[in-house]
């Protein structure tokens, strides 16, 4: 199965990684907390929010890693890079 790392991107946090399932290759750039007038650029963001966080929570639905995964790049998964706007 096709895997993706995902760099996401918190700013004055730092960041975290996460190795998800499938190609999510469609969140690249996308920023939970980003503005836009494009109403598909609007459906994209809130898609990622709820493919990260759980809404009704704010749980996040993945374990993120504090290092790179390597050895899950080293073994085809695409990289991802997106994050949190404060």
Same mark, same amino acid.
Not at 29 to 36: L, M, R, T
Not at 62 to 72: R, S
């Given at each position: 199965?096709? +895997?993706?790392?995902?760099? /996401?991107?918190?700013? @004055?946090?730092?960041? $975290? #990684?996460?190795?998800? &399932? !499938?190609?999510?290759?469609? /969140?690249? !750039?996308? =920023?939970? *907390?980003?503005?836009?007038? @494009? +109403?598909?650029?609007?459906?994209?963001?809130? &898609? #990622?929010? @709820? #493919?990260?966080?759980?809404?009704?929570? !704010?749980? &996040?639905? =993945?374990? %993120?890693?504090? $290092? #790179?995964?390597? @050895?899950?790049? +080293? *073994?085809? %998964?695409?990289?991802?890079?997106? !994050? /949190?706007?404060?």
């Amino acid at each position: 199965m096709q +895997k993706t790392v995902l760099i /996401f991107n918190m700013y @004055d946090m730092g960041l $975290k #990684f996460y190795v998800l &399932d !499938g190609d999510q290759s469609r /969140f690249e !750039g996308c =920023y939970i *907390n980003e503005y836009s007038n @494009d +109403k598909d650029r609007q459906r994209l963001l809130a &898609d #990622f929010c @709820d #493919f990260m966080y759980d809404r009704e929570s !704010g749980d &996040d639905h =993945y374990e %993120a890693l504090d $290092k #790179f995964p390597v @050895d899950a790049v +080293k *073994n085809g %998964a695409i990289v991802v890079i997106a !994050g /949190f706007l404060p």
